[in-house]
């Protein structure tokens, strides 16, 4: 009996655990410091650039956005997807504010690139 | 793309699901076989955004629904991942937002639904923030119970959830709801609406846990298990129910499968389980056959076939649980020790068969639980007392209605190894009628030659008996019959002495009565003049039980007397006894100061002990008569006559005036039954004493059988009957020679206070019995202490 239960309590709380895992699409990103301020790359392949918005609030940025299949065919069947198609969210905290910085971003071989350079330098 | 511009109108292709519920921010797995859902994920997965309304049919088992079969309140969903496998798509949907279905058009295979978000209405507010706290406290209480779940801290997924209704959906998944109250969930368009109906969902699910908890950690507990049993199964089949995997089918055999696939047998009874298995498959649960199989396969699984415990061999340790558990009997714990030793040199020697014989209360069977634990073996127990049904043992075979396996198979069951302890108790009583003999069934239990394949009739299949240690016990070994006796190696425990009654009650029954009443040490002081007084005064037995049972009381009073804030007296001397333990229940039988000719003290051994008892003879006036009373046995008669005719034909040398004289003999006290030829020299003392009219020494009292030639025999039972004399105050005895070695076994104390005359001839007996009356003799009869002799 206790073995039975054992084994029905430990799978309950396992399929509860799968069942929260696959949550949202969280872009991988890398973040360098430069000489002259902080390089953030997010990697962004199959995102159209018009739909990622950056967005800045002190000292944080969040980059957002959908990645949407735009390389669809009459006629093609699906028998295998892994891709995450839906929206995203990233939240990066840095040391400045980022209210005074320079903030520009470009998009380059399927990279979201934020170049991000403070007013005033950092002593 | 497939927004319409005019209001936030969707048009998506629509998955119906069965039995089953996607709850928005929820992502879930999900098969697909139908054309219709197919067709619907085919396309979800061909346009840009992958999303679709997931909506639950109302009849699961309708093939193609229509708008009318399927619950207007859906889900948005965005496929994440998808896997064609041959008939069936596989997918994980990601649950979106909550939406209305207005209409539902067919496309081709799939259904398309026109469907508008409907966002649940929140209402921030005390009542939303209470019922918030309400369920984050019931969460803790879950993690309390699933340690696992505390891995995913949920409690800090609550705080950062800022959407009320994220964290509704979460749970609600979490507790894997069954479909239709997850439908509930989704349909509530209010937040407190949707709360509440969570927390009942909770509670319903935290009791089932709660109390699915408490039988996992009480399932040691016997009392009411086969209730708790019943109502886990409830659970289980409520569980079941709402995990949608009732399957309606009976699940016996799966898991009796698993179970025999994990269980450790032997090949053919592997293969035999198998069949057995095969044919419960085949037979519907409600035929009474599937219960008859679905026992036996169970007695199979659950029979220790191959596990065994490690014995402790380890002899001081033994010697040590021993000597912590009884006090003396010495010969047995070495005999103990003997066996340990051997199994130490040869682990494969087959245990000899024991049986300990003695008295009530002399703990035969705490002796046997204390070498299980000695040894470090499982201890089982069973009384064959009363046992008359050979079946009892050896079981019923499974075509009887009730068959069940017997007491030896079940005790295996109940030790769950192959190597326990098993204590037959009261060998001696087993009965025996038409229906069978249960000692012929013990004979081949009980040999080791036979025993390595016992087959119960019930189990049908050989079970390995040789490796169990059998201890049987027995108040008498008269009633055991000769091949059984024949098998086991006996050992004898005889009743204890006042002196060693009053050290086992010191060093074991004082403490232990005391702590069962919940005294302290400073409470509870009985000295030992107090404890010897329980002893003589309040019981008479061989064993300690009742005097077990009279300190119990003693510990009791002295409880209550606290309780009720009484004075309690610092020690408890012997003459305040009586105002714990009531009147003395005994005098100990005092020895008759003064007899007249023809009275001689006599000694029995009886089941509790060693008794005195005294012959009387009279001469009657009708010549040779023989009168014998006081509900004596045929040999005890038949001693009477030999005593009265040996005496007769010693008439000259004994200067006996009227050998024709009629006797009567009479033995109190007259209501007790006796027996036995071991009263033959007392009978023998009493007829010469009232044929010479000389009277016996008082202070002497014998035993021992006797020949017409004037031999005295040997006698059972010496040293009960040598306590029996020093309790009346008897200190001389007289003893056949041959007996001799009894007195080893006496306490020192008792031997060294004590006379002894070892006789070999009733010459010797009347010599130490009747004083001057063989005077005229050549030499007197050898006294002796066995120490000198």
Do not use: P, V
């Given at each position: 009996m206790d073995h039975e239960w054992i084994r029905l309590t430990r799978r309950l709380v396992l399929t509860r655990r799968d069942r929260l895992l696959p949550t949202r699409w969280l872009p991988p990103a890398d973040l360098y410091a430069t000489p002259d301020g902080w390089l953030l790359k997010v990697e962004m392949a199959g995102v159209a650039p018009e739909s990622i918005s950056v967005r800045l609030s002190g000292r944080s940025i969040t980059i957002?956005?959908?990645?949407?299949?735009?390389?669809?065919?009459?006629?093609?069947?699906?028998?295998?997807?892994?891709?995450?198609y839906c929206t995203f969210q990233r939240t990066f905290d840095l040391p400045i504010d980022l209210d005074r910085a320079h903030v520009s971003s470009e998009y380059d071989l399927g990279m979201l690139l934020v170049t991000i350079t403070p007013e005033t330098r950092l002593p | 793309m497939n927004k319409d511009t005019q209001a936030d109108i969707y048009t998506l292709p629509v998955f119906p699901l069965r039995r089953s519920v996607l709850l928005p921010t929820i992502a879930g797995p999900?098969?697909?076989?139908?054309?219709?859902?197919?067709?619907?994920?085919?396309?979800a997965s061909n346009s840009g955004d992958k999303t679709l309304i997931t909506a639950t049919q109302r009849d699961a088992s309708i093939e193609s629904p229509g708008v009318d079969d399927l619950h207007p309140f859906a889900t948005r969903g965005v496929v994440r991942r998808l896997f064609r496998s041959e008939e069936t798509l596989e997918v994980i949907i990601e649950g979106l937002e909550r939406v209305r279905i207005e209409s539902v058009g067919q496309e081709g295979d799939r259904l398309m639904a026109r469907a508008i978000p409907a966002p649940v209405f929140l209402e921030p507010g005390a009542e939303s923030e209470a019922l918030k706290r309400e369920i984050v406290s019931l969460v803790g209480e879950f993690q309390a119970l699933i340690p696992q779940l505390g891995q995913l801290n949920v409690e800090n997924l609550i705080e950062r959830t800022r959407d009320p209704m994220h964290l509704v959906y979460v749970l609600g998944a979490l507790l894997e709801l069954d479909y239709e109250k997850a439908q509930h969930l989704l349909d509530a368009s209010e937040q407190n609406q949707a709360m509440k109906l969570l927390l009942g969902y909770m509670r319903k699910e935290y009791e089932v846990l709660k109390l699915r908890r408490e039988i996992a950690g009480e399932a040691e507990s016997e009392a009411g298990r086969e209730q708790r049993k019943y109502l886990l199964r409830q659970q289980m089949k409520a569980i079941q129910k709402e995990l949608?995997?009732?399957?309606?089918?009976?699940t016996a055999p799966q898991e009796l499968r698993e179970r025999l696939d994990q269980a450790e047998l032997p090949e053919p009874v592997r293969d035999e389980a198998q069949r057995e298995l095969g044919r419960l498959e085949g037979i519907p649960a409600a035929s009474p056959e599937h219960g008859v199989i679905r026992n036996?396969?169970?007695l199979i699984l659950e029979l220790p076939w191959m596990r065994r415990t490690e014995d402790n061999l380890d002899l001081a340790r033994a010697r040590q649980v021993l000597?912590?558990?009884?006090?003396?009997?010495?010969?047995?714990?070495?005999r103990i020790l003997e066996q340990l030793a051997v199994l130490r040199l040869n682990p494969e020697a087959k245990a000899s068969i024991l049986c300990f014989v003695g008295p009530p209360g002399v703990g035969k069977t705490s002796l046997g639980q204390s070498i299980a634990r000695a040894l470090g073996r499982e201890f089982e127990r069973f009384s064959l007392g009363g046992l008359r049904d050979e079946a009892e043992l050896r079981g019923h075979r499974r075509t009887y209605v009730g068959a069940m396996p017997g007491r030896i198979i079940q005790a295996m069951r109940r030790a769950g190894s192959a190597n326990p302890l098993l204590m037959l108790d009261e060998v001696d009583k087993l009965g025996q009628d038409f229906r069978g003999d249960p000692a012929s069934a013990l004979l081949e239990i009980l040999d080791p030659a036979q025993n390595y394949e016992f087959r119960d009739n019930y189990l049908d299949l050989p079970f390995d008996l040789s490796r169990v240690l059998f201890i049987t016990t027995a108040n008498t070994l008269d009633t055991i019959p000769g091949p059984l006796l024949d098998r086991m190696e006996v050992l004898r425990l005889s009743g204890y002495s006042d002196e060693e009654k009053l050290e086992i009650a010191r060093r074991y029954i004082l403490e232990r009565q005391r702590t069962q009443a919940g005294l302290a040490p400073e409470q509870f002081q009985v000295p030992e003049e107090t404890l010897l007084r329980v002893i003589r005064h309040y019981t008479r037995e061989a064993g300690v039980r009742e005097l077990e049972r009279r300190i119990g009381r003693l510990a009791r009073k002295i409880a209550l007397r606290i309780a009720e804030g009484r004075e309690i007296p610092d020690t408890v001397s012997p003459d305040r006894?009586?105002?714990?333990?009531?009147r003395e229940r005994f005098r100990p039988e005092a020895a008759r100061q003064q007899v007249p000719p023809g009275v001689a003290t006599g000694l029995a051994w009886t089941p509790t002990g060693g008794d005195v008892l005294y012959v009387e003879a009279i001469v009657l006036p009708e010549e040779g008569k023989l009168t014998l009373t006081g509900q004596l046995g045929d040999v005890m008669k038949e001693s009477a006559q030999a005593a009265q005719n040996w005496v007769l034909s010693q008439a000259e040398r004994l200067q006996i005036m009227h050998p024709r004289a009629g006797l009567h003999i009479h033995v109190p006290a007259g209501a007790i039954p006796k027996d036995g030829p071991s009263a033959g020299v007392t009978m023998a003392v009493a007829v010469a004493s009232i044929y010479t009219g000389r009277p016996a020494r008082v202070d002497t009292a014998m035993t021992g059988e006797i020949t017409l030639s004037g031999l005295v025999l040997p006698v059972g039972g010496v040293k009960e009957k040598v306590l029996a004399a020093r309790r009346t105050g008897l200190d001389r005895v007289i003893l056949p020679r041959q007996n001799e070695k009894d007195l080893e076994d006496l306490p020192d104390t008792v031997r060294d206070a004590m006379a002894f005359v070892l006789a070999d001839r009733i010459d010797d007996v009347l010599r130490a019995a009747i004083p001057e009356l063989l005077r005229e003799a050549e030499s007197t009869a050898p006294a002796a202490s066995p120490k000198g002799s």
């Open positions: 957002e956005g959908q990645r949407r299949d735009t390389l669809l065919a009459a006629g093609h069947t699906c028998y295998s997807m892994e891709i995450a | 999900f098969a697909a076989g139908r054309k219709g859902s197919i067709s619907a994920l085919e396309a949608g995997e009732a399957g309606g089918g009976d036996r396969l169970e000597d912590a558990d009884h006090y003396d009997l010495t010969e047995i714990k070495e006894l009586h105002e714990f333990l009531g």
